[in-house]
């Protein structure tokens, strides 16, 4: 757990582990191999991000649909056909929405 801790690779007791955090933080060459993939790293991210934040937003607008639906005085039935929701998630996004 030593080497783990250890912010300069020189004070590391595990020499393959020294070795090759020494080449990620000293070697040029390593510095960009690291550089590259934390970059590849962060666009996985953000597409990762992007995505959830997009899913999310379309459960958001379905159920603003819905709620809109039922205020119309649609049935559940008809709602589930609708949003092509099954009609068992459609009761239990209302009831829900009556209990909250």
């Known amino acids: 757990m030593h080497d783990f801790h250890c912010t300069n690779p020189d004070d590391m ?3 393959e ?7 990620f933080k000293k070697e040029p060459e390593g510095v960009n191999a ?3 993939i ?3 790293f962060e666009r996985k ?24 639906l039922r205020e119309e005085g649609m049935s559940y039935e008809r709602i589930a056909r ?4 099954s009609l068992s998630k459609v009761k239990s996004f209302f009831k829900a929405k009556q209990t909250a």
């Open 13 to 15: 007791f595990y020499d």
């Open 17 to 23: 582990l020294r070795e090759a955090v020494s080449y």
């Open 34 to 36: 690291m550089c590259e």
């Open 38 to 40: 934390m970059r590849e």
């Open 45 to 68: 991210s953000e597409n990762k991000g992007r995505r959830e934040g997009r899913a999310e937003g379309r459960v958001q607008e379905r159920e603003a649909i819905m709620r809109n």
């Open 82 to 85: 609708i949003t092509n929701q």
